[in-house]
């Protein structure tokens, strides 16, 4: 195809921006699907992303429009997640792209994700479009948000486009505006095959469908290809592009975007960042693939019936195929057995991937409190790193404790600065700097990454009244003192629920995890002591009382001594059980605490 007709672009936002209702509507503007099939969210295709309202995952789809020039353009579009824990996603999609919109909510302007985005784009060398979307919502005043990209990006008043994706407004200069603005693809269709993978899933019947940017050369089915960095050969099977449904294509070339499949059964064969090439005339040099992104949250992944574990096993590798910012490893626990200690990019991360391993691979599974990764520095010089309670060192052993810290920035409406200011001091966060933000303020904090990780959004979010939000990166690590804490069910450490805590906040953490779970672990046949435990030291404790079993209430009359001889053993009977008795905790348990 002729490249000069083809335009590649993503849509990239602040989460609630409005980006999978653009993308809905220019589908439905350029006939990719009809008024009968339409329905919102369409390129949204988790159930988890259309009940919680937003993308979870990257999508792709293929538009034809013919413009005012009379000319038919091919768009390949990738609609993209706003939310800071799925930022990798965006990193992916906009490698295989020229432009970039840039989409901005009329009444709430420029926020954190919207400027983390645009630099995305702007290290991926993007063109990026500003487009003012929601201009249907009354009493809005326009110029706010156009000052806004003016002031912050340097965007040109007359290349802002302004759109309505709920009403359709705007959708036919928006598109005109694409072909006129972002670049055609370069690429040469008689060099060797050079192809990025951006994306992949597991198909039952296909095996891995490799999601592919073609940067030079041409695909076509049976052909030998090889995956560079793996050093691997398959056969291209089938060749295709989604209009949103796959549709199967005669081939690729140079500048397209579309899916191959070679019968891979095996997903760890598949690597998304890899480069595809022509197995009998390769390129010289793979593409720059993508950067590895550390996690930073860690848990444990159970399944609750221990012959699940190979199942888990599988589903863990074909849920990674279309998620690589995921990582894992097995371990074992004296409480759960075998399992995985998993790595997260944050708790709505975490979340996720445990709602689609339970939903898509029909699994029950349990989850350990999260915990970050610390640096542990011994008194011999030797650093490791610990992502687990049970990782860390004798108390003996080690120096000093290093915990990652992040640098966050707020953006506040004025009125609210105190607020995030006073809650962010109980968070241990340190004041960096601050400044205006056309009519808004930017504070910068050093917070630690436990104190962003658990409720740090949603503090920011009511202290600012819904207006605020929050951007976050990695910055470093610094010393500070950290504690494990355990969990004693009737003097037995309960793994599952050890964590490690900073010494100031060890006392509450301790009574608030008692508390927590003598809520919800049911009465037992005998005596439940819980305990929080800190350096051999008991911080908390509570009991739950045995269920009480009338032993006497067929004796009726007669001697006090028949009834005292049974009251004797059942007195003896639960002394024998508080010994070798399990205690059983249910799953809403594990949960609960995961929650504190």
Request: glycine letters at 6%; proline letters at 4%.
């Amino acid at each position: 195809m002729d490249k000069s007709l083809i335009r590649n672009f993503s849509i990239i936002a602040h989460i609630d921006h409005g980006k999978s209702t653009l993308a809905d509507r220019m589908m439905l503007y350029t006939g990719a699907i009809d008024e009968r099939k339409f329905h919102n969210q369409l390129l949204d295709d988790m159930d988890l992303e259309r009940e919680r309202g937003i993308t979870i995952k990257a999508s792709a789809v293929r538009l034809k429009y013919k413009a005012t020039d009379g000319k038919t353009y091919m768009l390949n579009l990738i609609d993209t997640p706003g939310h800071v824990d799925f930022t990798y996603e965006v990193e992916k999609s906009l490698r295989a792209c020229e432009g970039a919109l840039l989409v901005v909510d009329a009444s709430q302007g420029v926020e954190s994700q919207t400027i983390g985005n645009f630099y995305l784009g702007i290290e991926s060398n993007l063109e990026m479009l500003p487009v003012v979307n929601k201009i249907d919502i009354a009493n809005i005043d326009l110029s706010i948000a156009k000052n806004e990209l003016q002031e912050i990006f340097g965007f040109k008043e007359k290349d802002t486009v302004f759109v309505s994706a709920k009403e359709g407004t705007g959708i036919k200069e928006l598109l005109e505006k694409i072909v006129e603005f972002i670049p055609p693809p370069e690429g040469d269709d008689s060099a060797p095959v050079q192809a990025l993978i951006f994306d992949s899933k597991y198909d039952v019947y296909k095996g891995v469908v490799v999601y592919i940017r073609l940067i030079n050369g041409v695909l076509k089915p049976n052909m030998k290809i090889k995956m560079m960095h793996l050093d691997k050969e398959f056969t291209v099977e089938e060749i295709g592009i989604l209009k949103p449904e796959a549709e199967k294509v005669k081939q690729l070339t140079a500048g397209e975007v579309g899916y191959i499949t070679c019968n891979i059964r095996d997903p760890s064969e598949v690597h998304v960042g890899d480069t595809v090439t022509d197995a009998s005339n390769p390129t010289e040099k793979p593409l720059e693939g993508y950067r590895q992104l550390k996690p930073l949250v860690f848990a444990g992944m159970y399944p609750e019936n221990s012959k699940d574990f190979m199942n888990l096993r599988e589903a863990i590798e074909k849920l990674r195929l279309n998620d690589p910012s995921f990582v894992y490893e097995p371990e074992s626990s004296q409480s759960f057995g075998h399992g995985f200690r998993c790595g997260f990019l944050g708790l709505l991360h975490m979340e996720i991937v445990q709602e689609r391993l339970q939903r898509e691979f029909n699994l029950n599974l349990i989850l350990t409190t999260p915990n970050v990764s610390y640096r542990i520095v011994k008194k011999n010089k030797e650093v490791v790193e610990i992502e687990s309670p049970s990782q860390l060192p004798d108390l003996t052993e080690i120096d000093q404790i290093e915990e990652p810290i992040l640098s966050v920035s707020v953006f506040t409406p004025v009125g609210t600065m105190d607020a995030v200011m006073e809650f962010s001091k109980r968070k241990r966060a340190v004041y960096q700097e601050s400044s205006y933000v056309s009519d808004r303020m930017k504070i910068v904090f050093d917070v630690p990454l436990s104190e962003v990780i658990v409720d740090f959004n949603d503090l920011v979010k009511s202290a600012t009244r819904g207006y605020g939000s929050i951007d976050y990166e990695f910055k470093g690590y610094q010393v500070t003192q950290i504690v494990k804490m355990d969990i004693l069910i009737n003097g037995k450490i309960c793994d599952a629920f050890s964590c490690l805590v900073h010494k100031e906040r060890s006392y509450e953490k301790g009574q608030s995890l008692v508390s927590k779970l003598k809520e919800l672990i049911p009465q037992q046949l005998f005596e439940v002591r819980i305990q929080a435990s800190c350096n051999g030291r008991i911080l908390s404790s509570a009991k739950v009382r045995a269920v009480g079993k009338n032993v006497t209430a067929k004796c009726y009359g007669g001697d006090i001594s028949r009834k005292r001889k049974l009251w004797e053993k059942q007195k003896e009977g639960k002394k024998r059980l508080k010994q070798i008795g399990q205690v059983e905790i249910p799953q809403e348990a594990f949960l609960a605490v995961l929650k504190l």
